[in-house]
């Protein structure tokens, strides 16, 4: 058998197991019976029941969160830890640094301006100098 018969013959087998792939396939979905508006409207009702979760954010579930107290009284609540420093206000305030004191009058300040006017190192800016 020359390589060419070979090679059609090979072809001829593959698309044929497609092609039988193909009509099982449709076969098999033709006896499940259901269509597509019925599986959309299943799939609508487990939603509603809350028995499909949509995405990861929904790990672990939780129950419903109930109020046990007043507004009044979780504003009370905040002014109170505010108060006392337990509120962060954001990242930015992470670790808590002391406030600055300056331990140079004004005039040595405007006496190292000069001075660094008068002779210039733009390296020592980089170094912290």
Do not use: C
Not at 49 to 68: E, I, K, M, R
Not at 74 to 93: F, H, M, P, T
């Amino acid at each position: 058998m020359k390589p060419r018969h070979l090679l059609i013959a090979l072809a001829l087998a593959a698309t044929s197991g497609v092609v039988m792939a193909d009509s099982a396939y449709a076969q098999s979905s033709a006896a499940q019976g259901k269509t597509r508006a019925q599986v959309i409207e299943e799939l609508k009702e487990a939603r509603a029941a809350g028995q499909v979760d949509v995405s990861d954010a929904n790990y672990p579930a939780l129950p419903a969160f109930v109020s046990t107290k007043s507004r009044a009284q979780v504003i009370e609540e905040l002014k109170a830890a505010r108060a006392a420093g337990q509120v962060d206000v954001s990242d930015a305030y992470y670790p808590a640094q002391p406030a600055f004191v300056s331990t140079k009058s004004r005039a040595q300040v405007q006496a190292e301006l000069v001075e660094y006017q008068k002779n210039p190192d733009s390296q020592g800016l980089h170094r912290g100098y």
